[in-house]
């Protein structure tokens, strides 16, 4: 039977390398373009943290809660307790690049020669190359890499429609290389193997008083005002104080990568242009 298997592009490789000869057509590989793979560790502590913090087992754990405070800003959501707390504790650490394990800073991976069938990741960029695509609700990149990807994902766009995209409008940092180890990373650990994980966070990344009052008050007018309002104002800033009614529905943007134009040279002109999914 036909397997479809997700994950980083080194847990692809690792499968493809471990997948028997005569089955690799029964296999179907999807990987994300990764920023980095953070330590468990720190993932560990973070969770006894905030369990700690809240009195509670974790029920719940939303990266990037699109609901609350949309696609572009990084707020994690914990339900604890039937209960939400926000915080960037976790995102901030991420993004500093100190606590990725060492492997990603020299990843072989972060560029367009994929080792998967399908790669997916945010398209980043899509407020400015198709803006009116950009509903701040989350759009995806889908990089299609073989025929097999190909055909596989063409299989399953029934009921979809979709719009020519462009590679080059969409290029992101883990598509170039891979992100360079931060020259305070030893000191950073150092700090953290000494002091606790909540002593740790209050030394860098406690929020302001001002800052929890102020987004506590931006959250609760926001949750008054009907949520069509505020997509509309987002778009009249864009557009040049123009406004206008869009369905609001999510959308994939989806684009061919040079690799697989140079494989299949009878298709390239064809492989050079990308599309837009509304789903």
């Known amino acids: 039977r036909l397997v479809l298997f997700t994950g980083t592009p080194c847990q692809v490789d690792g499968i493809k390398a471990l997948c028997p000869k005569g ?6 590989c999807m990987d994300i373009v990764c920023h980095g793979v953070p330590s468990p560790r720190v993932w560990n502590d973070y969770k006894a943290y905030v ?25 994690e959501t ?7 707390h926000d915080s960037q504790v976790y995102m901030k650490m991420f993004y500093e690049h100190t606590f990725l394990r060492e492997a990603c800073y020299v990843c072989p991976y972060k560029n367009l020669q994929r080792i998967s069938d399908i790669s997916i990741a945010d398209a980043w960029g899509v407020e ?13 990149l889908v990089l299609i890499n073989t025929q097999k990807g190909e055909k596989w994902f063409l299989d399953s766009l029934q009921g979809c429609d979709f719009k020519e ?50 987004r506590s008050l931006k959250r609760k007018i926001k949750d008054m005002i009907p949520k069509e309002f505020w ?3 987002r ?39 990308g599309f837009y999914i509304h789903w």
Not at 177 to 196: L, M
């Open 23 to 28: 089955c690799e057509e029964h296999l179907i």
């Open 51 to 75: 369990e700690r913090k809240y009195h509670g087992k974790i029920e719940k754990i939303d990266f990037r809660n699109k609901e609350r405070f949309g696609w572009s800003d990084h707020w």
């Open 78 to 84: 914990v339900t604890i307790n039937g209960k939400e």
């Open 128 to 140: 400015t190359a198709n803006p009116e695509f950009d509903d701040n609700r989350g759009v995806s």
């Open 165 to 214: 995209c462009a590679l080059e409008k969409y290029m992101q940092e883990p598509l170039k290389g891979p992100f360079k180890k931060p020259d305070n990373t030893e000191n950073v650990w150092k700090e953290y193997n000494e002091v606790s994980f909540g002593k740790f966070v209050k030394n860098h990344y406690k929020e302001p008083f001002l800052s929890v009052v102020k």
């Open 231 to 233: 997509n509309r104002l």
């Open 235 to 273: 778009r009249w800033k864009k557009k040049g104080c123009r406004i206008y009614a869009q369905k609001r529905i999510p959308a994939v943007a989806v684009v061919h990568v040079p690799r697989y134009v140079r494989c299949v040279q009878f298709r390239c002109a064809r492989m050079k242009r």
